[in-house]
């Protein structure tokens, strides 16, 4: 092909593509499969790699993944997801409560409700069922996340007393702190970057592609909304109430969680009895939320064009004081990470006292113009790590610049900041001591290798005497050697070195995370130990084979690259090795046979397994998991959001039609 050619394919490929990307995501009606589409993008991507001049900002390559099944399916809500108004003044609130009271001459009760700050969903049941949960999205589609909203524990699956038998319920999913301070340590942990706030990743985690991420990330659920109750109830208060009997949690009456109220007196002292109190909910939330109650009433007021006239909420102004700064230190992190913290005058602030605050990166302190003994406005948002959000210039006392450090505060080795990068990095992995033992603290972590008896302070305590310098260390400590470690008993000695004899069967998978590579998360580990199996072949891969597997993109191969080139590391594989750690896979046992010489396809989403458990179970049974339909496939597994073409594929082929039920049948 010459150069005009070359553009003119260039240029076809990525019309066709947006054609089938708009019939896809648009309109919901693909015309080519998954696996067509593949092509003929992996098609564009080769000849952008040979002629990067042709290739253009906008191709169809530049979307993330360009993969089709990252998505949801969308639906219309049967009611709309209306928005309430909003205010931050008391004042508005009272003429709100005016309005009411002038255009409805009755009695009227309000409800006071928390305002969650998460995200919304929308949930239906059907014969005491859960059978769809769906999202906000633009108010009138939504897409549906069932799968992901079962994982949910507090939400239930089966109803039970005297319900409707075809209602929708709605609430807010949040995360809630703790969790949300878990997730992010162990993000830290694996050197990734750490999530802003519950908020967004309640919301990131609702739309994961793997119901198990969401599973073992524990969001949860407050309900506040009943829609279609087949026998009507007086209002809000009295339905969610009935909610209760049903399985839900609900909000409770006795925490001042809902309150019903006749006076706009009453609304006011929730609202400053909630400014005060929110500091110490083990969530967040952004305001209260304030409803008349009686339904009759509801149905007078009506809508304006985005909310309901009968609901306002009242939203909390973030908590900010003034303070100094007295210094900047420098905490040094697994994995070399330079975290920069600001050391305040302690204040108090939403309840708490405030002495610490991240400043993330040079560019932030930077950014801030930050001075010795500045006088900082702190506050605190929906992060739980208060954050500085600027300076009171008029007060500057000194006129010394925070600068960043250039060596490393524990090893005094030069810092490092690679392009593109926002954080500084001390590359002294070996004898930089935080490094040193948070790899090793890592490495015996729950996730990880898990090993019993063993804690953060005997790996503080044996790397101090200078008895271990890596993890491999801790295989040759022998009883003797342990006993005269202080605190450590004979049976606590026996215990660790059970626990060190036992961390041989932990899965590979495991041994992989606990090596503690960049970037080389739970998740990570385990798509890697799924695909190589073993460690000589994930050593071996090469750059595109590992950027060929799902979820790992050029981040985490490169440094995968990186680690395996370090000669201390693989030294390190090969110790770990040579004592009996695993590194490969178990295969997993075959569970029966009646699947054997026959090939299956698994497409769409589905409501008890994902795709990958699927086609796990295909195999454990003996069965063949085919990527595209053909004349060979015995049977295509169908999902919900299937393809028409792949469909009409099967059918012309003869192919036979199961649903994911009556797999679990033949199975079973
Ligand atoms: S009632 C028709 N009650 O705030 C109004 N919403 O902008 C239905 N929210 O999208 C909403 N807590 O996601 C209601 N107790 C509560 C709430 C609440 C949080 C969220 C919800 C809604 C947004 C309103």
């Not at 009943?226 to 339905?239: A, N, P, R, T």
């Not at 950014?367 to 954050?387: A, M, S, T």
Request: charged letters at 25%.
């Amino acid at each position: 092909m010459n150069a005009a050619q070359v553009k003119s394919e260039i240029d076809r490929l990525v019309n066709e593509l947006n054609h089938h990307n708009q019939l896809y995501y648009v309109q919901n009606q693909p015309e080519i499969s998954d696996f067509e589409f593949d092509q003929l993008l992996k098609k564009l991507e080769k000849l952008e790699i040979e002629f990067p001049e042709f290739a253009s900002e906008n191709s169809p390559t530049k979307r993330v993944g360009g993969d089709l099944t990252k998505k949801f399916q969308a639906v219309s809500h049967r009611y709309p997801m209306l928005s309430l108004s909003n205010t931050y003044s008391e004042e508005e609130i009272t003429d709100w409560e005016n309005r009411i009271k002038k255009s409805i001459d009755e009695e009227i009760e309000y409800v006071c409700e928390l305002k969650y700050d998460g995200v919304a969903i929308g949930i239906r049941y059907e014969n005491g069922q859960l059978s769809a949960a769906v999202t906000r999205g633009d108010g009138e589609k939504g897409e549906l996340v069932t799968t992901n909203v079962r994982t949910i524990r507090t939400i239930p699956l089966q109803l039970q007393n005297d319900f409707p038998l075809d209602f929708e319920i709605r609430g807010e999913i949040f995360m809630p702190h703790e969790q949300f301070a878990l997730l992010n340590q162990e993000r830290e942990e694996a050197g990734e970057a750490l999530y802003a706030n519950p908020r967004n990743t309640a919301s990131g985690t609702l739309k994961s592609l793997d119901s198990k991420v969401v599973a073992d990330r524990k969001l949860d659920c407050y309900l506040y909304g009943l829609y279609g109750l087949s026998e009507q109830q007086v209002g809000h208060f009295e339905s969610v109430l009935k909610a209760k009997e049903w399985g839900f949690r609900i909000p409770s009456p006795e925490n001042r969680f809902i309150e019903k109220s006749k006076s706009i007196e009453g609304i006011m002292d929730f609202i400053h009895y909630w400014d005060q109190a929110r500091n110490e909910l083990p969530f967040d939330i952004d305001g209260i939320v304030i409803k008349v109650n009686s339904y009759d009433q509801q149905r007078k007021l009506g809508f304006t064009a985005k909310s309901p006239r009968w609901a306002i909420a009242y939203k909390f102004k973030t908590s900010q004081v003034e303070t100094e700064l007295e210094s900047v230190s420098y905490q040094v992190g697994r994995t070399g990470a330079i975290t920069p913290v600001a050391n305040l005058k302690p204040v108090q602030l939403g309840g708490t006292t405030v002495k610490r605050a991240s400043l993330h990166n040079a560019d932030q302190i930077e950014k801030l113009n930050l001075h010795l003994h500045d006088l900082v406005q702190v506050e605190k948002g929906g992060e739980i790590i208060p954050k500085i959000v600027g300076v009171n210039l008029s007060q500057r006392k000194s006129m010394e610049k925070i600068a960043f450090i250039e060596n490393c505060p524990e090893c005094d080795h030069p810092l490092i900041r690679k392009e593109g990068e926002a954080q500084h990095y001390c590359p002294n992995e070996v004898a930089c001591p935080p490094q040193v033992k948070g790899k090793m603290i890592h490495f015996i972590s729950r996730k990880a290798l898990n090993i019993d008896g063993l804690g953060e302070e005997t790996i503080e305590v044996l790397y101090a005497k200078n008895m271990i310098k890596d993890v491999s260390d801790l295989y040759s400590l022998s009883f003797d050697q342990l006993l005269e470690l202080e605190r450590m008993g004979e049976k606590s000695a026996n215990n660790l070195l059970k626990g060190l004899e036992a961390s041989k069967n932990i899965p590979f998978e495991r041994v992989l995370f606990g090596l503690g590579i960049r970037f080389v998360g739970e998740t990570v580990a385990k798509k890697l130990a799924q695909a190589f199996e073993n460690m000589d072949a994930l050593m071996n891969a090469k750059y595109d084979d590992l950027i060929d597997v799902e979820e790992i993109g050029e981040k985490i191969a490169i440094s995968l690259h990186h680690y395996f080139q370090d000669s201390a590391n693989l030294a390190l594989i090969h110790r770990l090795k040579e004592i009996g750690l695993s590194f490969e896979i178990v295969k997993k046992e075959q569970a029966s046979s009646v699947l054997t010489g026959k090939i299956l396809v698994v497409s769409g989403t589905f409501e008890t397994f994902s795709r990958d458990e699927l086609k796990e179970l295909i195999e454990r049974n003996g069965g063949k998991v085919g990527s595209s339909v053909s004349s060979k496939t015995d049977f295509l597994i169908a999902g919900a959001n299937m393809g028409p073409a792949k469909l009409k594929t099967a059918s012309n082929l003869g192919v036979t039609l199961i649903s994911e039920n009556e797999f679990i049948k033949l199975i079973s």
